[in-house]
């Protein structure tokens, strides 16, 4: 119990104090008028307030993750803790802060403009692609998710079909509807429940006897898997995702002042590290440690563990809470990663996005790539989700050293965790069944072996930019 209240301060703690931190580095500046106000056009800049700003990226940031996620890392026991309280200071909400307020400094950008800027153009193509392709994989996990869910708990004639067909419509009015009519009105109200139901599982767990267990860096992973790098892509969103980089851009039109950064970048990521705490340490105090947690997921699969939680310690509001909240946060992520790539190719294009005409253009094809992809295995797809999320997140970060080594600001913030997600993602694919499938003796010291290179590619950079820098100040000398 210690150990889980511990964590709860300690992300409590670091909003608080290591975000304040990284926002006197950035140095938002108030003085700065803000592209909901500088490029107005009433569908996708449009100012809105702050409290509604947060709960609306919370919502797109979250999805399924900081709760199936967690309960798939809580499967390593409490060492998932560690990786949810420190992943989330230092690595997501930093990744989460930058990816917003280099977007809100560069007119809303989205991430391969931001990308473009700062790493070239050439990666600027090739990120492109990946963010688009990224995009259209989450819209279609989270399209697949709550279909299959509203198919079991409706009568056999509404299939998955039907329920398929009802999101994907849904999903496109999300799309191509100004930001303020469907996402700006409904999604305060769903980060609201997703809010209640991590409070009421936590005092379920306090107050009904369950027991936390202390922390432990012990593999408690029933199957033995490997905590390296297994359990860091496994929590994702409950510690940093690549995707984020990709929502953080349609609140970034929106923020009415750069201050309001920190609270709606860094707090929304802290608000999902803490909800991913709360899932991750109720799945395992609730069936009494990790075997009994694997036997759940494998009997009713994540979403069977979240209802049978929530009903047990919140009773039939809680239990009709939770399948809400189950069926609703893919989709709040399923309909804004769709938006986003619609809003990433008209940039990319420099397509005029106020006619809905041109809107509906990008949209219907994005929407019949991802009925089609909907038909593959769902195992599959996420695997491949998993990969280019924590790549995405890599990518974003070294974009943020190189912002902060440009203008001479301390750039450690974000090379310490761009570093350490290389060597996530580069081991990861050189060992997982969907990559190159090598053993650890080799995948380890392999991703160990590409993030050095890649921070000395990065020292090398430091080392031109003040050669540059010095000469331009004896010129003007």
């Known amino acids: 119990m210690f150990t889980f209240l511990l964590s709860l301060v300690l992300l409590i703690l670091g909003y608080i104090f290591y975000g304040a931190f ?11 008028t803000t592209p909901a106000y500088t490029m107005p056009d009433g569908v996708d800049y449009v100012p809105i307030s702050t409290p509604k700003a947060f709960l609306i990226q919370l919502l ?3 999805g399924l993750g900081p709760i199936f996620g967690a309960l798939s890392g809580a499967l390593w026991g409490p060492a998932a803790f560690l990786w949810i309280v420190f992943g989330s200071i230092f690595a997501g909400a ?3 802060y930058f990816s917003g307020m280099l977007s809100l400094r560069h007119k809303g950008g989205n991430v391969p403009d931001i990308v473009g800027i700062y790493l070239g153009s050439t990666i600027k193509k090739i990120i492109i692609v990946f963010s ?24 056999e004639s509404l299939n998955f079909t039907f329920w398929l067909v009802i999101v ?12 303020d009519q469907i996402i700006g009105r409904l999604y305060p109200l769903f980060g609201a429940i997703l809010i209640f139901m991590a409070i009421g599982v936590t005092g379920g ?18 199957g033995k898997l490997p905590i390296w ?5 496994s929590i994702a969103c409950g510690a940093i995702s690549g995707f984020h980089a990709t929502q953080s851009p349609i609140m970034s039109r929106c923020v009415k002042k750069e201050t309001d950064g920190r609270k709606v970048f860094y707090g929304a990521m802290i608000a999902e590290g803490i909800i991913a705490l709360i899932w991750a340490a109720a799945g395992i105090a609730f069936y009494n440690g990790t075997p009994g947690l694997a036997e759940a997921i494998k009997a009713g699969g994540p979403g069977g563990v979240v209802h049978e939680i929530s009903t047990t310690l919140l009773g039939s509001i809680g239990g009709v809470l939770a399948v809400l909240g189950v069926i609703v946060c893919p989709i709040t992520s399923g309909d804004t990663a769709f938006r986003a790539a619609r809003m990433t190719i008209a940039d990319t294009f420099n397509f005029e996005q106020k006619p809905i005409s041109n809107r509906l253009y990008i949209a219907i094809p994005l929407f019949i790539i991802g009925a089609i992809l909907s038909q593959i295995n769902f195992d599959i797809i996420w695997r491949y989700f998993a990969w280019t999320n924590q790549t995405l997140a890599m990518i974003v970060l070294w974009t943020a050293a190189v912002y902060l080594v440009k203008y001479r600001l301390l750039h450690w913030i974000a090379t310490i965790p761009a570093t350490f997600m290389s060597a996530v993602s580069v081991t990861y694919i050189l060992q997982a069944p969907e990559g190159f499938k090598l053993p650890i003796a080799i995948s380890y010291p392999a991703g160990i072996i590409s993030a050095l290179i890649l921070f000395g590619i990065f020292l090398r950079f430091i080392i031109k930019n003040n050669n540059a820098g010095i000469k331009s100040e004896q010129v003007s000398a």
């Open 60 to 62: 797109n940031i979250a």
């Open 168 to 179: 994907l419509c849904y999903y496109l009015l999300a799309t191509i509807l100004p930001v």
């Open 229 to 233: 790098p297994l359990m860091f892509i």
């Open 132 to 155: 688009v392709i990224l995009l259209v994989l989450v819209g279609t996990v989270f399209m697949t998710g709550p279909a299959q869910l509203l198919s079991k708990l409706t009568p």
């Open 22 to 32: 990284v926002e006197k580095i950035f140095k938002p500046d108030d003085s700065k």
């Open 205 to 222: 767990i306090l107050f009904k006897g369950y027991q936390i267990p202390e922390l432990t860096l012990a593999n408690l992973h029933p």
């Open 94 to 96: 930093v990744h989460d």
